[in-house]
């Protein structure tokens, strides 16, 4: 067996030592450390990345956040807005539902006013249509011609107690 | 062993050739004589550096093909190395990754038809496992000092069986080199034996050479995993030995 | 294949160191056949070791240490780290 023929050894050894030798200080001093360089560089970029997405993602909800505090903000004071626009409207329907129901009690007022007015005045002519009646009445059935004055008083008394004790 | 037809042996795959020189008749070969097997070893020396300078030229954070394989074989002896030393075995990563790639791509080579296995020769295997073998030693000497002898005392024996059970753990520790060399060295040799011998059948079979062939070819495939899982082992039993050296003693 | 060359390397060993201590001491061929049966306890206990089993390797007293991946012939135990590799170039 060629393997076991001691004379092929020495030449063998030497060449394995050189060539094993320079393939580990080339290994060791050049293929080693740039594939170390680069394998770290990716890691450093992939952890740079990472970080980066990191911190986007929390001003990302830090954006989120206040957006929503302005959101709620902005609609508890539209609902202030709207409270008060109610209110005053309230307010002022009130006042004008006030000063209509015055302005209608003061024209109720005038009208009963009016009402009296004319039926006192009513009344006194009546009272002196009367008078005038009961004198040709008088004349007429009794043939006296009685006294204005007397007549007038008589009238007034008798329709003064009907106008107490009821409708005339 | 069987002949193939002719007067070739199946091991005449294995001669030494002198390529530069002839040699007398009588004449061995001097120290620096170019071999075969020398012409191997340079071109082993010459590929893995062109693999993994010319592979990490671009040197891009997304890589391309060459750059993934060269990052995937320093990863791949990377991850052998934390694993079965921890971290304190980095500084020992150049060596592993030097001798799992010798033995690698000198075991590859030697599948191309024609050419030399130099992994196939006793005394390559043997000075490689010598080296982690001394190597692993010193280590261990140098830091546990005579600490080291306790080593060899198996955990938990009574000091009687002491006088047997040591020179068995002294004999199994010696033993490593040899089977760390024989392991590689006999593999490449039965595969590539066995190749040869089923190749010379071929042709003496005529049409029915089919068969032989179907079977070298499968051969063929399963000397490339053969090629792949001695380097793996030589270098996984290196780290080991390391890691017995660094701890456990 | 493995268990064999265990077996093989610690009965060399063992020979030989047998075979050197009797040329040394003239005395053959009694520390040939101690070391050679103490040759084949070790590698027997090599074995031992590689299958997994009982005293744990030498020195390996934590006995945490990975005993399952030295197995011969079968393709690597998916000691395959950091597979980070995305896609071809």
Redesign the interface.
């Given at each position: 067996?060629?393997?076991?023929?001691p004379?092929?050894?020495?030449?063998?050894?030497?060449?394995?030592?050189?060539?094993?030798i320079?393939?580990?200080l080339?290994?060791?001093r050049?293929?080693?450390p740039?594939?170390?360089?680069?394998?770290e560089?990716?890691q450093r970029?992939l952890d740079d990345d990472l970080k980066k997405a990191t911190a986007l993602k929390e001003e990302a909800e830090q954006i989120l956040a206040d957006y929503e505090k302005l959101r709620a903000d902005a609609q508890a004071s539209a609902h202030e807005v709207l409270k008060t626009a109610n209110d005053a409207l309230k307010a002022e329907a009130e006042q004008q539902t006030a000063a209509l129901a015055a302005k209608l009690a003061a024209q109720t007022e005038e009208a009963e006013a009016r009402i009296a007015a004319a039926k006192a005045s009513a009344l006194s002519s009546l009272e002196g249509t009367v008078s005038e009646v009961v004198m040709a009445a008088t004349e007429k059935l009794i043939g006296v011609k009685a006294g204005a004055q007397e007549v007038d008083r008589a009238v007034s008394d008798v329709m003064g107690s009907q106008a107490k004790g009821g409708g005339g | 062993m069987a002949e193939g037809g002719g007067a070739h042996s199946p091991?005449?795959q294995?001669?030494?050739k002198s390529l530069l020189t002839t040699l007398e008749p009588g004449e061995?070969?001097?120290?620096?004589?170019?071999?075969n097997?020398?012409l191997m070893?340079?071109a082993?020396?010459v590929l893995?550096?062109a693999f993994?300078?010319l592979g990490?030229r671009r040197?891009?954070?997304?890589?391309?093909?060459?750059?993934?394989l060269?990052?995937?074989s320093?990863?791949?002896i990377?991850?052998?190395i934390?694993?079965?030393v921890g971290s304190e075995g980095r500084r020992y990563?150049?060596?592993v990754?030097?001798l799992f790639?010798?033995i690698l791509f000198g075991n590859l080579l030697g599948m191309i038809p024609y050419s030399f296995t130099?992994t196939?020769?006793?005394?390559?295997t043997f000075?490689?496992a010598l080296i982690v073998f001394i190597g692993v030693t010193i280590l261990a000497f140098v830091k546990h000092g005579m600490h080291f002898f306790s080593?060899?005392v198996?955990?938990g024996a009574p000091v009687a069986m002491w006088p047997l059970l040591i020179?068995?753990?002294v004999?199994?520790?010696?033993?490593?080199p040899?089977?760390l060399s024989?392991?590689l060295?006999?593999?490449m040799?039965a595969g590539h034996t066995l190749l040869k011998v089923i190749a010379g059948f071929i042709g003496l079979l005529g049409v029915f050479g089919v068969l032989p062939f179907a079977l070298v070819v499968a051969l063929t495939g399963l000397e490339i995993?053969?090629a792949?899982?001695q380097a793996?082992?030589f270098a996984?039993?290196t780290c080991?030995y390391i890691?017995?050296a660094l701890?456990?003693? | 294949?493995?268990i064999g060359?265990?077996i093989?390397?610690?009965l060399?060993?063992?020979v030989a160191?047998g075979y050197f201590l009797d040329r040394w001491l003239g005395t053959k061929p009694w520390f040939l056949l101690l070391?050679f049966v103490?040759?084949a306890?070790?590698?027997f206990?090599?074995v031992f070791r590689v299958v997994g089993g009982l005293?744990?390797?030498?020195?390996?007293?934590?006995k945490s240490?990975?005993t399952g991946?030295?197995n011969g012939?079968d393709?690597?135990e998916g000691?395959?780290?950091?597979d980070r590799?995305?896609g071809?170039?």
């Open positions: 067996m060629p393997q076991l023929d004379t092929v050894w020495p030449t063998q050894l030497f060449w394995l030592a050189v060539t094993f320079a393939l580990y080339i290994v060791w050049v293929a080693l740039r594939i170390a360089d680069v394998l560089a990716r970029k | 091991l005449e294995f001669e030494i061995t070969m001097g120290l620096v004589t170019f071999t097997s020398s070893m340079v082993t020396l893995i550096t993994l300078i990490m040197g891009a954070l997304v890589p391309g093909r060459m750059q993934s060269a990052e995937l320093y990863e791949f990377a991850g052998l934390s694993d079965t990563f150049p060596i990754f030097t790639m010798f130099f196939s020769h006793i005394i390559v000075a490689l080593f060899f198996p955990p020179p068995i753990e004999i199994s520790y010696l033993s490593r040899i089977s024989v392991r060295f006999a593999n040799l995993l053969i792949f899982l793996y082992v996984i039993l080991l890691n017995d701890h456990l003693h | 294949m493995r060359v265990e093989v390397a610690a060399i060993v063992g160191i070391f103490l040759g306890a070790a590698g206990m090599n005293g744990g390797q030498v020195g390996y007293r934590n240490e990975p991946s030295e012939r393709p690597a000691q395959d780290p950091a590799r995305n071809d170039g």
